[in-house]
DNA sequence: CTATTTTGTTCAGCCGCGGCACAAAGTGAG
DNA sequence: CTCACTTTGTGCCGCGGCTGAACAAAATAG
């Protein structure tokens, strides 16, 4: 037999995909500084910005704006391509699904919401959200390179399959990676050289935190940790090293069943006081002592009440008691996970911006240790962070080897 | 200026440290093997094999042994070189310490222990120590490229101070990392070429981990969560793709204060029920009703127990209890971490062994699926294994690049 | 003993990349 | 404006690691 051996598929320049990453995520604004990152000589760099710019996925500026106050020749300014290609993405919630055309650098190219009560077959509403993508795509007529699909619920690896829809009222286990491709296929959509494209589906909390990590407040964080509530529930995730933790089977950070009040409601899981029913917008509502909306809409609910009536003492205290309840939270994982940052989404975002010392004194107390106690707190910036997310975990083969995605 | 760039340390044979690792953890049995698993050329891999038998790391069997059952002309054997190099692991617990020599593939070489009741100061113990271990390597007359120190405390990044000396009179704060180099310094061990020695000291539960991930329960495991407990306390590491995470600042799986327990014990971190103080050897004994001894021999006289009494059921119920609460805490571990292993270790490990189904039942009766639930749960296999683990550690920069380190 | 299988070895050639020299494009001093 | 200086871009050469292929070696099967 004549000597046979996997394909390389790292072959060809092996800097290609660290570059794209850099000017993907804004940290390589000039070939110089793309140079000193990738750790090459200018001559490299020069070749591989050459080569991305040949790929159509980013933008060298011939004529480079002069850095103010400094000498030198100014660099080349790298940016990514203002028509290059794009991939869809697609999120699934209480309230209905949203479609985007996400480029390079995380710009959202064009979105499409879509209202719907959330059907019992998951397939009809990623057939809906996939067609609404498809139109934008149409619309554009820029080349789609992925997709990716965010849904409420945990998603088990490597098979794709959605396994507690806690609000939806899926099936456990439904395979949403699976119709999601499906969806694009009867969708005739495809990807370059008419390859069929192949879906990824993620936890929106997990894709949310990829996104902060990329481009919003958890940038330049070595290990970021991520929790949000949306309308039912705690989520988390974690990114180590700028690539998600999702454990072995895509389950990791299921944080909403830590103890935070050891007296306190009782939980499905069994246990009482856990973080998903003491520290989510039902719970707060409850404490202010409201009468809850329907499920999909405890979030805007919230923000609502904490917006115009956080000087009412109930509230107040509502607030303070379900901050309290997240701190210990926090403080539970930030003793097992050591992050170097915190970025909270969804309502625990608004009630970190309503009072901002009291969070971060709670954890603080709580860790084990000043200094991993003294993290920063921050809030997320971006909107629609899932969706943007779905749009990163579809364009990370791209990033890995940008030869073999566009080959 | 003339074009400099940081020097490319991983220069020449990109797969020589990978090489090293796979013979070093026995992933490489043969020369046909080592091919497949770096996906080379055979001619690759013959000339890396050949570079590390160059180098005195590996051995290349001449008189390859037929493998039965097969046909084809059989591989050389690899295996790491029996008189090559080694490290100097070090120990500190709570009865004294422990100085051995450890070559590639996990081999102690030699060892020496010795007794003592830990001093406040820790550079004495250090120093004491690194000369039982300087003793060994004059005696083995082996070349040492490195040293690495376990302590029973968490040890920050990037400082290398013990943080928590629980059990130690030691005060907060003491760089061990440095007192351990200057150690190394004083008692005039040198690397290759005369180079000095930097030791490197990590927490003795994430260094045991760290052994047990590459020759132990833990071989194999992509996501390998490890709990044990020595005296008192009760310590976690978590290995991820082979590398140890320690968090952003050293201080990641201080998983002694996950609430297991609402209504327990009070534990200095304000809290109640952490599994610090259900789950240790001093936790069982007053379960069981006996008297603690001195708090270095809580772990013998908690075996003890265990293995003479456990048909008292006194005894047992006070284990059952112990196995509950550890359960709790591992099952919130799970649902955070989601590993593919867990490994117990120190009266843990006994516990599992004494009951491992009742153990297993708790997890996954409280691990939130049926599937993260069902993660093996495995004893120790290690003797010494914070030892290993310490050399593990201070073999890592020539794993990483067997060139640079010996150059 | 021959055919087959699997592995080791040798060698030529490609190609990525470093190093260098030089050009280009800016700032600042006089 | 000119000149010195700094920083960046580009073309070219050469090294060296790695692939690919042909061939040799060492076992088994029949």
């Known amino acids: 037999m ?12 092996a800097a290609l995909g660290p570059a794209l990453e850099l000017v993907h995520t804004g940290r390589a604004p000039t070939r110089a500084v793309l140079t000193a990152e990738l750790g090459v000589t200018r001559a490299t760099a020069g070749a591989v910005a050459a080569e991305l710019e040949a790929l159509g996925l980013i933008q060298v500026d011939a004529r480079p704006t002069a850095a103010a ?12 391509a203002p028509d290059g290609p ?17 480029g390079l650098g995380g710009r959202m190219v064009a979105t499409a919401p879509g209202c719907m ?9 990623i057939d809906a959200v996939v067609e609404a993508g498809a139109a934008l795509l149409a619309d554009s007529g820029r080349p789609c390179l992925g997709a990716g699909l965010a849904v409420p619920s945990a998603v088990a690896e490597p098979d794709g399959t959605a396994l507690n829809p806690l609000h939806l009222s899926w099936p456990a286990g439904a395979p949403v990676r699976d119709l999601f491709t499906r969806a694009l296929e009867k969708a005739g959509l495809r990807g370059p050289g008419g390859t069929p494209l192949t879906g990824v589906a993620g936890n929106d909390v997990n ?3 990829l996104a902060e990590h990329r481009h919003g407040a ?49 939980c499905h899981c069994g246990s009482r006081g856990c973080l998903d029913v003491e520290a989510d917008p039902l719970a707060f509502l409850t404490a202010a002592g409201r009468e809850p909306g ?5 979030l805007q609910q919230s923000r609502e009440l904490l917006r115009t009536e956080y000087a009412d003492p109930t509230v107040r205290a509502a607030a303070e008691r379900v901050v309290d309840r997240l701190g210990l939270g926090l403080a539970g994982l930030v003793n097992i996970l ?29 860790s084990l240790w000043g200094r991993s106690g003294s993290v920063p707190i921050l809030p997320s910036t971006l909107d629609h962070n899932s969706l943007v997310g779905a749009a990163e975990a579809a364009w990370q083969p791209v990033l890995d080897d940008p030869l073999a995605a566009l080959g």
């Open 2 to 13: 004549t000597q046979t051996r996997t394909t390389r598929l790292e072959r060809g320049r």
């Open 69 to 80: 106050g400094s000498q030198g020749r100014p660099s080349h300014r790298l940016s990514v």
């Open 86 to 102: 794009v991939v869809l993405a697609a999120q699934i919630h209480a309230d209905g699904y949203r479609a985007a055309l996400v």
């Open 117 to 125: 009560t959330v059907p019992a077959d998951p397939s009809h509403i």
């Open 207 to 209: 894709l949310a935190a």
């Open 218 to 266: 958890g940038r330049g964080a070595r290990h970021l940790l991520c929790v949000a509530t949306g309308h039912r529930g705690v989520g988390g995730a974690l990114v180590l090293d700028g690539r998600l933790h999702t454990g072995s089977a895509g389950l990791a950070l299921e944080v909403g069943h830590l103890t935070v009040n050891p007296a306190g409601l009782p």
């Open 294 to 298: 329907p499920s999909g809409s405890l």
């Open 338 to 366: 050591n992050p170097d940052r915190v970025v909270l989404g969804g309502l625990h975002r608004e009630l970190l911006e309503a009072d901002p010392e009291r969070l971060r004194a709670v954890v603080a107390d709580r």
